[in-house]
């Protein structure tokens, strides 16, 4: 199947309330353009060195999601075009996104990454530490930062009724935020979930933005 077919097929899945995110990460920049012809126009990697690279050499209204762990040092690179970094974990993270944005006159949209699984491993705000963000002082001067939602990784798992349960917990946890400090905002709306393995459940608890690579693009090689 090609990429423009596996598009295709997902879309067809879609509700309107359901934009998708083409993880493209470790795929030829080919097969990026040919998801683009197709009409993808949200794209989401998680290396910053492997996204720069590819911002530089396709098409100039593409909107980059960085979906991975990002590190404090390397804002710099993606502040000049980024539309969406999904997974801020940290004030002093969202601090360095904010210096970067204002020094390139930008606003960057960002989301709260949530921990929502059981894995001890994966990187994630609770829900009092995302809390004392939006109540600290120094988020609410910032003036070149917007949150547009939450982001959260289910655990690695069969187990879909566990991954159902985490889902949920997200959405519980995006309508905690959204009534206490956003309630006035539109554009606080996105629930950002899911890998290709589950998006249909994603779908079903609520989710705005799914992120799906392998159905698209098909297996990456491991490393
Ligand atoms: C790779 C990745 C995905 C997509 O995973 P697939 O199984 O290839 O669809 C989704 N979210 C994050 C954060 C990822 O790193």
Known sequence: MSVKENLEILKS????????????KTKPD????????????????????????REGRLPSDIQW??????QRNKVKYLAP?????QAVDSLRLLK????????????????????????????????????????????????HIKIGGVMGMATFT??????????????KYFDLIKNEFFNDDDNFCEISMCMSGDYKIAIEEGS???????AIFGEREKH
């Open 158 to 171: 069969d187990d879909m009724d566990k991954v159902r349960g985490e889902f949920k917990t997200l959405r």
């Open 81 to 85: 075009f980024i539309n969406t970094i």
């Open 96 to 143: 360095e996104i904010e210096k970067h944005a204002r020094a390139n006159q930008r606003v960057i949209n960002c989301f709260l990454q949530f921990h929502i699984a059981l894995e001890e491993s994966k990187f994630g705000l609770s829900i009092d530490t995302a809390k004392q963000i939006l109540m600290s002082e120094e988020y609410k001067n910032m003036e």
């Open 208 to 214: 705005t933005l799914i992120r799906v690579g392998t």
């Open 30 to 53: 080919e097969m990026v353009q040919e998801a683009y012809e197709a009409g993808q126009r949200i794209f989401g990697e998680n290396k910053v060195q492997d996204m720069v690279d």
């Open 13 to 24: 899945q879609l509700n309107e309330n359901v934009r998708l995110v083409a993880v493209s």
């Open 65 to 70: 999601h960085f979906i991975g762990h990002l």
